[in-house]
């Protein structure tokens, strides 16, 4: 795979971490009065996205290209904490899904590492909002 083509997955991946970044932080303070434990998972989670999307841009310029920062329309899923939680849990599904592909298509083992990484790290951030959905009864 050519360099501009492992940039450009790279830039997909970096809009997924944006958009999870602003929905849960987003999220995280609409939800913090009804439901605190909610509100702070999702908060705590949004610095792992932080930390991811500034892996991937480092990536990305060590790789020659630039960071895209984009995102698609933002959907926050809801009003209540649990429409909320129900909203990150499928950005989870979907992050986990595109970091599989990536990491079966790229052939970079920098990058590679690297991504296998973050999907651990994703991995884990859908068991814990799977966790706490089942605890405001889904
Ligand atoms: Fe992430
Ligand atoms: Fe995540």
Redesign the pocket.
């Known amino acids: 795979m050519d360099r501009e083509k492992i940039i450009e997955l790279l830039n997909q991946d970096l809009s ?2 944006i958009e ?1 970044i602003l929905v849960y932080m987003r999220n995280a303070t609409v939800a913090l009065p009804e439901n605190c434990e909610a509100g702070h998972e999702m908060e705590e989670i949004a610095f ?2 932080m930390r ?2 500034e892996w991937l841009s480092d990536l990305i310029v060590k790789l020659g290209g630039k960071p895209s920062m984009t995102h698609r329309e933002l959907d926050f899923g809801g009003s209540s904490a649990k429409d909320f939680v129900r909203r990150v849990v499928e950005l989870e599904r979907e ?1 986990i899904a595109m970091y599989k592909e990536h990491i079966a298509a790229i052939d970079n083992e920098e990058v590679r590492e690297k991504l296998q990484h ?1 999907l651990r ?2 991995e884990w ?1 859908l068991a814990e909002f799977e966790e706490l959905l089942e605890e405001l009864g889904s």
């Open positions: 997924g971490e999870a792992d996205e991811h999307a992050a973050i790290e994703e951030h």
